[in-house]
């Protein structure tokens, strides 16, 4: 969660916004998305964040296009404000990411130093900016059996008490941005309307992923 001084409000928001496509990657308000920028066009979109809002636009191409030059986007992404940033000897960017609130796109506009950008309609998720996630989800007792099975299963490796201690929908939200779900399952639980259906779309996802995991082989 971002502190308040930097915590923008609603009527601060922009009329335009850089986004980067990336497909199966997403960020949900609130978590944390770590990015290493090394395209030419990206490193200007950064530079120019920084000069601005710090806030860039995560939405992901749709289906069978992401290998376009310009795919089609989703109407649904987050923006994120860049928290977390460091150069590398090889001219990367290293940066960290906070989802803030996420928009409808409105209409893409015009290019800039290589990068696109679009109109974003924020009006429907304004309540992102104030919310703390702690909604309760119904089971959290399931929610964790199903979630740490799910790492132990895909070999991920993160602190099972630090998980423990995130408030409900703080965790679904910081976990549908991490783990390596399917495309549209991400965009479907970005685009929940409310916190119990999102947190309904993350559970049902990880179940599949592990009744989709191929089982252990036995010699």
């Given at each position: 969660?971002?502190?308040e001084?930097?915590?923008?409000?609603f009527?601060?928001?922009?009329?335009?916004?850089?986004v980067?496509?990336?497909?199966n990657?997403i960020?949900?308000?609130?978590?944390?998305l770590?990015?290493?920028?090394?395209?030419?066009?990206?490193l200007?979109m950064?530079?120019?964040?920084?000069?601005?809002h710090?806030?860039?636009?995560?939405v992901?191409p749709?289906p069978d296009?992401a290998?376009e030059?310009?795919?089609?986007?989703?109407?649904t992404?987050?923006?994120?404000?860049?928290?977390?940033?460091?150069?590398t000897?090889?001219?990367?960017?290293?940066?960290?990411?906070?989802g803030?609130i996420?928009?409808r796109i409105r209409?893409?506009?015009d290019t800039?130093?290589g990068?696109?950008?679009?109109r974003?309609?924020?009006?429907l998720?304004?309540?992102?900016?104030?919310?703390?996630w702690h909604?309760?989800?119904?089971?959290?007792g399931?929610?964790?059996?199903?979630?740490?099975s799910y790492?132990?299963?895909?070999?991920?490796?993160?602190?099972e008490?630090?998980?423990?201690?995130l408030?409900?929908?703080?965790?679904?939200n910081l976990?549908?941005t991490?783990?390596?779900?399917?495309?549209?399952?991400?965009?479907?639980?970005?685009e929940?309307?409310?916190?119990?259906?999102?947190?309904d779309?993350?559970l049902?996802?990880i179940?599949?992923?592990?009744?989709d995991?191929?089982?252990?082989?036995?010699?």
């Amino acid at each position: 969660m971002l502190h308040e001084r930097f915590q923008p409000t609603f009527e601060s928001l922009p009329a335009s916004l850089p986004v980067f496509p990336l497909d199966n990657v997403i960020i949900m308000p609130g978590a944390v998305l770590p990015l290493n920028i090394f395209e030419p066009r990206y490193l200007n979109m950064i530079e120019d964040a920084f000069r601005s809002h710090h806030l860039i636009g995560m939405v992901q191409p749709k289906p069978d296009e992401a290998a376009e030059s310009a795919p089609a986007l989703y109407t649904t992404g987050c923006a994120g404000r860049i928290t977390a940033y460091s150069e590398t000897a090889d001219g990367r960017m290293l940066i960290s990411l906070t989802g803030v609130i996420r928009f409808r796109i409105r209409e893409e506009l015009d290019t800039i130093r290589g990068y696109r950008q679009v109109r974003p309609d924020w009006e429907l998720f304004r309540g992102d900016l104030e919310n703390d996630w702690h909604t309760p989800v119904p089971d959290r007792g399931h929610l964790d059996s199903v979630l740490k099975s799910y790492l132990r299963d895909q070999e991920i490796g993160i602190d099972e008490e630090l998980l423990d201690s995130l408030p409900d929908m703080r965790l679904v939200n910081l976990m549908a941005t991490l783990l390596p779900l399917d495309g549209a399952e991400k965009q479907a639980i970005l685009e929940a309307p409310s916190e119990p259906q999102r947190a309904d779309l993350f559970l049902a996802a990880i179940e599949l992923g592990l009744h989709d995991s191929p089982a252990p082989s036995r010699h």
